[in-house]
């Protein structure tokens, strides 16, 4: 009896524990997400330098590209989910950055999403900048989640190149530095973001820059996060129903 007890008691908590975890946060729902990115110099005084090459691994999980990224969808085998691009809003801060010779606007990008709890959010992949060689100068992941809070986590990387030496080109070792599948080299140019530029010639990446933070929000506010070599805007509202 006692036996059948405690079985009992334990069906009822794993059933209270799995309604909790399947029902949703109130703040589970669309919202208009608009994201800029740009390259900058250290500040005066900083002595960071970029780190070693960072190349990325072909994904096997779900993911969401967000804009144009050839680069990724040769390195994406799974399907990504739905992308619902949005009207600009942030344009006069977009123009303000095209204009100052201190930055360069690598990606811009406006997007409907639902946003779900960290544990069940995808990663977004994005890319921007000129390509060399296939490479793109911005690639990386955002992930955005919320609870009580909106919360954006970054995983990104400005890179630089260096061209290899014609001895160098096309052998085992140049191959071997190469992130992309070599039949999927060649990118069209049309498939690129507005403003970006395919660079001709063999290249590898030189040293890769990161910005590895994580930041909680608020809607409706215009959110700055900065690195040594990056920055970036964020402003997420929630969607009409």
Known sequence: MRLLVLLLASLVASKAVANTEATPHPNERD??????IFS???????????????????????????GPSPAWSQLTKQPSG????????????????????????????????????????LPLLIEGGDYYDGMPELQGKLKLSVARYL?????????????????????????SLHPLPL?????DPSKLRKGSSLVEGQYKVKDSAG???RRRMRSGDLHFIDSPYLGL???IERAPE
């Open 31 to 36: 919202y208009i997400i608009e994201v800029l």
């Open 40 to 66: 900058q110099q250290p500040g005066k005084g900083s002595t960071e330098l970029p780190g070693k090459p960072h190349t990325f691994s072909p994904l096997q999980e779900p993911a969401l590209q967000i």
């Open 82 to 121: 739905n992308y619902l691009p949005q009207e600009a809003l942030l344009v006069r801060e977009a123009d303000a950055l095209k204009r100052n010779k201190d930055y360069r606007l690598l990606f811009h990008e406006t997007w409907r999403m639902r946003l779900v709890s960290e544990d069940r959010s």
């Open 151 to 175: 919360h954006l986590e970054t995983d990104l990387f400005l890179n630089t190149f260096e061209p290899l030496a014609e001895s160098n080109q096309d052998t085992p070792l140049a191959r």
């Open 183 to 187: 039949a999927e080299e060649q990118l």
């Open 211 to 213: 910005m590895h933070q």
């Open 233 to 235: 805007l964020i402003k």
